[in-house]
């Protein structure tokens, strides 16, 4: 979720290229986030080169942390309304650094310790997430300098439909490289150079985009701390809490479900290619439905049906060995090519759940918060997705007392008790009362609570 800075900049003079630098950009993006794909690409690739339970959990936890923490970093640093360009110059600069280095571990990959591989990895994606949770607050209002007021709805959906078909493709470049080079080192080592290349191509495209002078439009932190603590007040808004922790706590399983599969069915490399790819159809699958449900409806339902999904994923990953070892599964086959094939597409239920994200919560605390105030919601969701972004670590620490198929099971009772917490998610618009310190609004009566 971003915090909402409302541009009220128009653009100086829109260049007829601005429209198409902002979609490649945020195709090139797509690209580059397959290929760093956390929980599948670098959760298999520190996994399998050595690392540690920890080294496995630090790309999921990482990926999540800096997107939440990014709009708090933007309200210490300023409103990104004001000057956006220098937010994003700078920090696709370091960005573009981290990715260099990327792309030379990838280039020398052969040279390098498997250690030596996953300990720059991190500390590079580490760097890359930031830099691009920072960039990624900023370039909206970028583009909507660059882009004339008519065409910016148009703009940000395009975008959205290029980085989900990008991605798609990504995963199938990914998917040809796994399943065609038998060398693991090599095949990573080319991946790794594909995201640099888009990453440095997806900058070139950013600050190509001819921005106009914004005006100053600067958030009052004090106003927007009480909004903040107003939404903690809020009975629905605490509901929505409790879910998304709950939901929080079983996403931190993810980076360790490929894990799984190489302890218990001897996971191929090539079906890395396969999980990444059928991770990618998810994800557009769901940027065609999800946001027309949203949009039509409300986010409660989407909610509801991720995490049924998570739960089903979750199911069919844990019950899938068992099933490989079955008399019904070797009656018919002869190998495990096929329960390794099955795991692998189940990846797709991921991402088809993922894909629900930002709109839905978005929309949701919308729903809960007047316009006005709706930044003090969505700073306090990002607050609390950035504290248990960091659960992965306690499962890699578990890890070292119990077994991952216990833990799993486990992870398989938290998502039945967050599906049914989604069901205390309200469906009208109920209002989050303010306080005379927070923005004015108009008081509505929830219909359901």
Not at 152 to 164: D, H, P, S, V
Not at 200 to 205: E, I, L, Q
Not at 365 to 373: E, F, H, Q, S, V
Request: charged fraction near 10%; hydrophobic fraction near 55%; proline fraction near 5%.
């Amino acid at each position: 979720m971003f915090l909402i800075t409302p541009s009220r900049s128009a653009p100086r003079r829109a260049h007829p290229l601005s429209s198409l630098y902002g979609i490649l950009n945020a195709a090139l993006q797509a690209v580059a986030g397959i290929a760093l794909q956390p929980v599948i690409v670098l959760a298999a690739v520190a996994f399998l080169l050595g690392g540690s339970d920890y080294h496995v959990a630090a790309f999921a936890v990482m990926a999540v942390a800096t997107w939440s923490f990014a709009p708090l970093a933007m309200l210490l640093l300023g409103s990104v309304a004001v000057q956006p360009f220098p937010v994003v110059l700078v920090a696709g600069v370091v960005r573009l650094a981290a990715m260099v280095v990327i792309g030379i571990v990838g280039f020398r990959i052969d040279t390098i310790s498997p250690g030596r591989i996953v300990s720059t990895l991190i500390v590079s994606y580490v760097v890359y997430q930031a830099a691009s949770a920072i960039a990624g607050q900023a370039s909206p209002a970028l583009i909507r300098g660059g882009v004339p007021r008519n065409q910016q709805t148009a703009i940000f959906g395009r975008r959205g439909y290029a980085a989900a078909f990008a991605g798609v493709i990504a995963a199938s470049a990914c998917w040809s490289l796994f399943r065609a080079d038998d060398a693991f080192q090599r095949s990573v080592g080319l991946i790794l150079m594909l995201a640099a290349i888009s990453v440095a191509s997806a900058t070139w495209f950013t600050l190509g985009i001819r921005r106009a002078a914004p005006r100053t439009s600067s958030s009052r932190p004090r106003q927007l701390l009480a909004s903040t603590r107003d939404a903690f007040a809020s009975a629905p808004f605490r509901r929505f809490a409790a879910f998304k922790i709950l939901l929080a706590l079983t996403a931190a399983f993810d980076p360790f479900l490929i894990v799984f599969g190489f302890q218990q069915l001897g996971l191929g490399v090539e079906y890395i290619g396969w999980a990444i790819l059928a991770y990618a159809v998810g994800q557009l699958a769901g940027h065609f439905v999800w946001p027309r449900w949203i949009a039509r409806h409300s986010p409660r339902v989407p909610f509801q049906i991720a995490t049924f999904l998570r739960l089903l994923l979750l199911t069919w990953i844990v019950s899938l060995p068992t099933l490989a070892t079955s008399n019904l599964y070797t009656d018919r086959f002869d190998d495990r090519n096929q329960a390794m094939a099955g795991f692998a597409l189940g990846f797709a239920l991921l991402g088809l759940a993922a894909s629900v994200g930002h709109a839905a919560n978005q929309r949701y605390l919308m729903d809960l918060a007047p316009r006005a105030a709706v930044q003090g919601p969505i700073l306090a969701a990002n607050l609390i997705a950035g504290v248990f972004a960091f659960a992965p670590f306690a499962v890699a620490w578990l890890m070292g007392r119990y077994d991952l198929e216990r833990l799993l099971w486990g992870a398989i009772g938290v998502a039945l008790v967050a599906l049914l917490a989604s069901g205390l998610l309200v469906e009208s618009r109920a209002r989050i009362r303010t306080s005379p310190g927070s923005w004015r609004s108009r008081q509505r009566t929830p219909r359901t609570l």
